[in-house]
């Protein structure tokens, strides 16, 4: 099995940064992409960002420009840098995973989400 460790929430003012990190831990599996959503109170869960394989990357249109992922393949990490934080970025963070795992038989291609962190934003 994979594990996706999320670290870095917490509470920042309006304007300042954050920047959190998920490790994906385990054995024998390669990531497809990896990346953040969020969910606020009374809302559905939405794309942060995705970086796939090949460096590719989509940010979702309220983040562009202020958000920035990035990804230490040694350390199967990805990081999400939060600039000019804004009351309305206040969610849990969702470190999300399609990986591919290498078993006996036929390969299995899985989603993967981590436990969420806290990000509050406070105006």
């Known amino acids: 099995q994979v594990q996706l460790v999320e670290s870095g929430g917490g509470l920042v003012q309006a304007g300042g940064s954050l920047r959190l990190s998920c490790a994906a831990s385990?054995?024998?599996?390669?990531?497809?992409?990896i990346g953040w959503y969020r969910q606020a109170p009374g809302k559905q869960r939405e794309l942060v960002t995705i970086?796939?394989?090949?460096?590719?990357?989509t940010y979702g249109d309220s983040v562009k420009g202020r958000f920035t992922i990035s990804r230490d393949n040694s350390k199967n990490t990805v990081y999400l840098q939060m600039e000019s934080l804004k009351s309305e970025d206040t969610a849990v963070y969702y470190c999300?995973?399609?990986?591919?795992?290498?078993?006996?038989?036929?390969?299995?291609?899985?989603?993967?989400w981590g436990q969420g962190t806290q990000v509050t934003v406070s105006s």
């Open positions: 999300y995973a399609d990986l591919t795992r290498f078993v006996p038989g036929p390969n299995v291609r899985e989603d993967y």
């Open positions: 970086l796939g394989s090949g460096g590719s990357t």
């Open positions: 385990g054995s024998a599996f390669y990531i497809n992409a």
